[in-house]
């Protein structure tokens, strides 16, 4: 999906663990790992076998590390692209949670400006 992401234009950024980009083997036929295919690898810092937890009387680990780092990855990336927003004068439409007290469509006209841009090009 990189690849052809990339022969479309589009940028490739990607979150996956260098550690295991350096120790395993590759698996696509053209030799070549997403890190290799990405404009931007970003280091989850989780080891290969992804699971954390040991425990008696299992012999393997459990618990993904990836998956908490890669929201932990990925809100870190909204907050930052929401700031550089803000600092050029564009004020980015963002969810809120019911418990906040704004309009109770307020979600939902975030969806349909998505909608608008995404299926008009507004």
């Given amino acids: 999906m990189a690849i052809e992401a990339k022969k479309c234009g589009a940028t490739v950024v990607s979150v996956s663990s260098l550690l295991n980009y350096r120790q395993a083997a590759a698996k696509h036929s053209t030799g070549k790992k997403l890190p290799d295919v990405s404009d931007i690898a970003i280091d989850n810092c989780i080891p290969p076998e992804d699971a954390l937890v040991a425990s008696e009387g299992i012999p393997e680990k459990f618990a993904a590390g990836s998956t908490v780092a890669s929201v932990s990855i990925a809100m870190t990336l909204v907050a930052e692209v929401g ?15 019911p418990n906040v007290g704004l309009s109770p469509d307020h979600n939902e006209q975030v969806f349909k400006e998505y909608m608008r841009n995404v299926f008009h090009g507004q």
């Fill in 83 to 97: 700031r550089l927003l803000l600092k050029e004068g564009i004020r980015p439409s963002t969810f809120v949670s």
